[in-house]
């Protein structure tokens, strides 16, 4: 084997395609390979309905893909990629197999980057493979995008969503799951009813069907209430436990707030309050049992007791979403 059949093995090229010529120069740092096809070589038309497979060779387009780095070198591929002539289809560009329609990359340098692209944030691949940010996404894009076009949302009843910030502090996004399948169905900016409504559409375009959505799980917020009655109107909506129980916790906090006034023996106990019991330095326990007595009086007990009763509803039945 020589070095152009290694590299047309190594490409993973077979008929008519071969590595023609190899070019390596150590300063910039670059390995340029050439691929040819074989002479009176005939191509299937691109249209994939189409299966005419020996179409003639109308012309040719010279294009350049940037490959995996051979060890530090950034590598390129080369061709005169034919343009065939289809009695139905007229004169297209044939589909390659090292390379999708449209793109400056090999598939291998994409799945790369999508190996990557699972692992660090974006910046990070982009130093990684020396290339700008904005290409590395459009590579993630176009895949995200053709993986979604197949998505088969029509067995989607349980949906969960929450909204998080994108960045510190501001430029919220909504996510929408599924909560028998465990998969993220929907992502969009903003966090107001009108995402509520976009997910539903783009559940209907992925064959869903937001009639069928039987159970949502999400924050108290007025917006995803009011989201959820108008576009997934079968919906009965549970409160996921973590946001009540911040939400009753906040309760607790305002009525200790609201009584310090009267009872000094309340002033820096907040954590006692907040914290869970099993979390607590035996000081603290004592601390919070004294406060706890009945002979106390203290609306801020009675508060907490309500919190627990009502943790303690949740606790009786692991099966407690379905207690609606
Ligand atoms: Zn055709």
């Avoid at 200790?256 to 019991?277: D, G, I, Q, Y």
Wanted: proline share 5%; aromatic share 10%.
């Amino acid at each position: 084997m020589d070095g152009l059949e290694l590299f047309t093995a190594a490409l993973g090229l077979g008929e008519p395609w071969r590595v023609s010529r190899v070019e390596f120069a150590e300063e910039p740092g670059r390995l340029d390979l050439h691929l040819a096809y074989r002479r009176g070589a005939r191509f299937p038309c691109p249209e994939p309905a189409c299966g005419r497979d020996r179409c003639p060779v109308h012309d040719t387009v010279d294009k350049t893909w940037r490959h995996l780095d051979f060890f530090q070198h950034k590598a390129f591929v080369h061709a005169r990629v034919p343009r065939v002539r289809c009695p139905q289809h007229g004169v297209r560009l044939v589909a390659l197999p090292w390379a999708r329609p449209g793109s400056g990359f090999t598939m291998l340098f994409e799945a790369l980057v999508l190996t990557f692209a699972t692992a660090m944030p974006m910046s990070k691949v982009a130093q990684s493979v020396r290339e700008h940010d904005t290409l590395v996404w459009r590579i993630v894009e176009r895949h995200v995008h053709a993986a979604r076009a197949t998505e088969d949302f029509s067995s989607v009843r349980r949906v969960g969503m929450d909204e998080t910030s994108a960045r510190k502090g501001q430029d919220y996004i909504s996510v929408f799951a599924d909560l028998d399948a465990g998969r993220v169905l929907f992502a969009t900016e903003g966090r107001d009813s009108g995402t509520v409504k976009q997910f539903a559409a783009d559940l209907a375009a992925h064959g869903g069907d937001p009639g069928q959505v039987h159970t949502t799980s999400s924050d108290m917020s007025a917006a995803f209430i009011a989201g959820i009655t108008k576009h997934l109107p079968n919906a009965v909506m549970t409160f996921d436990r973590y946001h009540l129980a911040a939400k009753l916790s906040e309760a607790v906090d305002a009525v200790r707030r609201a009584e310090v006034a009267t009872r000094p023996e309340l002033k820096h106990t907040r954590w006692l309050w907040l914290k869970n019991w099993a979390n607590l330095s035996p000081r603290q326990r004592r601390e919070l049992q004294l406060l706890l007595r009945p002979s106390a009086q203290l609306a801020t007990a009675r508060a907490l007791r309500w919190r627990e009763d009502f943790q303690a509803f949740y606790d009786q039945d692991p099966s407690y979403e379905d207690a609606h």
